[in-house]
């Protein structure tokens, strides 16, 4: 049983969309959150944390948690071409740094 | 430019063999880790350590071993590997807080037939 659970498995938006992804967590000792994107045939690279309640902007990324609900999501404004990925959220505790991957959301943006 | 460098990035083995995957690290982090990736798992723990001599085991550790001589090298050893084996292997360094991101490898394609 997989303790970080993301859906939808796969999303597919036009090019200037806007993709939303959702992460929830079964374990209410996770205090850090991170998103991954991975492209294809590399390793997962860190895009953006977020470890306190409500959003965090980066440019074209907002990450949104709800801890009390255990929930995480990740919007991409203005979808790119090369933002198609496969987008993991990950979690780990307070005293570990152990994180725990969800099976991921394979993002594709079409021209 | 700190970097983790997989090798080797494509392996074949027989069923029974032994495999060993290695793993560097030049960010000079203390803790180590391998995942497994597989489409519908998503990256799964196999094993992690905090230092050079320590292993810890993750989710999935059954049929693993894994070895850490020295701060820069973690292996991965499968004493008898076994088709359910074939994955992608993906080794990650990062630091102690827990607020700390992963630098991951670009991973190790294993297929056992």
């Known amino acids: 049983q997989q303790k970080v659970q993301q859906s939808p498995e796969s999303l597919s938006v036009p090019e200037g969309g806007m993709a939303s992804l959702n992460c929830t967590s079964s374990?209410?000792?996770?205090?850090y959150f991170w998103w991954y994107r991975q492209h294809s045939g590399e390793g997962p690279k860190a895009l953006m944390?977020?470890?306190?309640?409500g959003d965090k902007k980066e440019g074209r990324f907002t990450a949104h948690l709800n801890k009390a609900s255990l929930h995480v999501s990740l919007h991409i404004r203005d979808s790119q071409p090369s933002d198609s990925a496969l987008y993991f959220c990950a979690a780990s505790w307070s005293n570990y740094n152990v994180l725990y991957f969800g099976s991921g959301t394979k993002l594709t943006v079409e021209p | 430019e700190a970097a983790v460098t997989q090798s080797p990035r494509n392996k074949v083995a027989v069923t029974g063999g032994k495999v060993t995957l290695s793993c560097n690290q030049t960010n000079n982090h203390n803790n180590m880790y391998w995942y497994r990736q597989d489409t519908g798992h998503g990256l799964r723990l196999i094993h992690y350590s905090y230092g050079a001599g320590s292993t810890e085991k993750g989710d999935i550790p059954d049929g693993y071993k894994a070895s850490r001589p020295s701060q820069e090298n973690f292996s991965l050893i499968l004493e008898l590997a076994t088709p359910s084996q074939t994955s992608v292997y993906f080794c990650?360094?990062?630091?102690?807080?827990?607020?700390?991101?992963?630098?991951f490898g670009s991973g190790t394609r294993l297929l056992v037939i």
């Open positions: 990650a360094s990062g630091g102690q807080a827990a607020n700390s991101d992963y630098t």
């Open positions: 944390s977020i470890f306190s309640d």
């Open positions: 374990d209410r000792n996770f205090q």
